[in-house]
Structure formats: C-alpha cells, structure tokens
C-alpha cells in the first residue's frame, strides 16, 4: 500500500515536469508563421511592383511608338520614328505618371519600333532591415508604330 502511494506521488511530480514544453512549442511555431507570413509580404510587394514597372515600361514604348513623323511620298505614307522623339514622348509620358521610374534608356532601332528602358528602386515594406538601401528594378518594353 505505501509503495503504491509513493508510485502515484513520484507519477504527480514527474507529471509536473513537462507544464509548459507545449508553450514553448507553440510559441516557437507562432515566431516561424510569422517569419513566413513577413517574407510572403515582402515578396508580394516586391512582385507587384516589378509588375507595375512593367506596366510603366509598355506604356512609355506605346507613347515613344507614337513618336513618328508622317513623310509622304510617291509610294504613299512612311512613318519615320526616330530615338529622339521616342525618348521625348517616353520622357513626357514619364513626367506625368511619376512613382518614381527613371528613364534608363529610349531608343528607335529600326525606324518603325521603339525600345524603352526603365528603371526604379523597390524598398520592402516590413523587413527593411535586410535591404535598407532598396532593391534596383528594372524593365524593357518594345512597341512599334501602327504605320509602316
């Protein structure tokens, strides 16, 4: 009889012994979602901006497409598309959408298309900590002219 009752006392102490090893279990896998729930935030922003810098990109080669000058001659309409005037619609059609994009490059390469670069700096909204400076983005969009 007394060995049983010591068996049950000693089974109530070691019992008590694993109080709180499910907290720190728990706790531990609160810390982890959390992590994981900041860097989805992060890669989130970081590729909806990048989809906006796209969307900048194809808007500025469609007005650098609208560049051209109309020559008519014998055999008709010729629309003439030249660097410069792409790069004064891309910029102008930069000036008004703002965010911040830079205008890296603008160019014609074969007179009837217009290439645009273009360029922002990406700063991640929760874990600023890992990329204080930003990140760099950048975007290429080709577009050509309706008139050939």
């Not at 720190?24 to 810390?31: D, E, F, P």
């Not at 030249?82 to 619609?89: D, I, K, Q, Y």
């Amino acid at each position: 009889m007394i060995r049983a009752a010591t068996t049950r006392l000693r089974a109530r102490r070691n019992a008590g012994d694993d109080d709180g090893s499910v907290l720190l279990l728990t706790l531990g896998y609160a810390m982890l979602a959390l992590a994981v729930i900041l860097v989805c935030v992060d890669a989130t922003s970081l590729y909806l901006a990048q989809k906006e810098l796209d969307a900048v990109a194809d808007a500025a080669a469609l007005a650098g497409a609208d560049g051209f000058h109309l020559r008519v001659d014998a055999t008709g309409p010729h629309a003439e598309l030249t660097s410069a005037g792409v790069r004064h619609e891309a910029s102008a059609l930069l000036a008004e959408a703002g965010r911040g994009v830079r205008l890296v490059g603008a160019e014609s390469p074969d007179g009837a298309a217009s290439r645009v670069t273009v360029a922002s700096t990406w700063h991640p909204p929760v874990l600023t900590v890992f990329v204080p400076q930003g990140w760099e983005l950048g975007a290429t969009a080709t577009s050509r002219t309706a008139f050939r």
